[in-house]
């Protein structure tokens, strides 16, 4: 019988080892690469004009992975996604800060950069890291009680679109909600 400890080492390794594979197949970033074009099946930028979006956005990934099965795209009046947003939920907060922990190194290593601690920029009681490539997009994963966060953003698209409903006004915006 194995110990608790050793239980769980065992588990963060196989958990790890999927999550590599599975971003890996995703095909979502080249190995080594810092542009960040997007996670779980959704590209920053892409048309989803075609796609049925459940309640605010929300819908099922398109490349599901562990307990990140859905995701809520933010998506402009022309309806291209400018954010990705998904919530992976756990039993316990030790196990979502292992979580955390693996995922924050998968995307260290994937996009060959430190993310920048910002957890000080944050609410209490969550810890989050940063990773951006020049003004325009960035990752951001967090940690909050017994959930694990990862949100894409592409700011460029975000501004256009605001502008955009700024200029049409309020009430022909059936734009989803900015993150």
Known sequence: MLCKMCKLKHVLIIQFAVLLGGFLWAGQ????????????????????????????????????????TSCRLYVTVDKKIFG?????????????????????????????SQFVDVTSQSRAGVTAYRFQTGDDRYILIQQEKQSVIITYLDRALRTQNQKTIREQGPDKNNNLNTP
Do not use: H, M, W
Request: net charge negative; aromatic share 8%.
């Open 29 to 68: 970033v080249d190995a080594a690469s810092s542009e960040i074009k997007g996670a779980l099946g959704f590209n920053l930028g892409e048309d989803v004009s075609e796609l049925k979006l459940g309640t605010a956005g929300v819908i099922r990934c398109k490349v599901p992975f562990r307990n990140f």
């Open 84 to 112: 990705i947003k998904s919530v992976a939920a756990y039993e316990t907060a030790e196990e979502a800060v292992a979580e955390f922990n693996v995922v924050l190194d998968l995307l260290q290593k994937k996009y060959n």
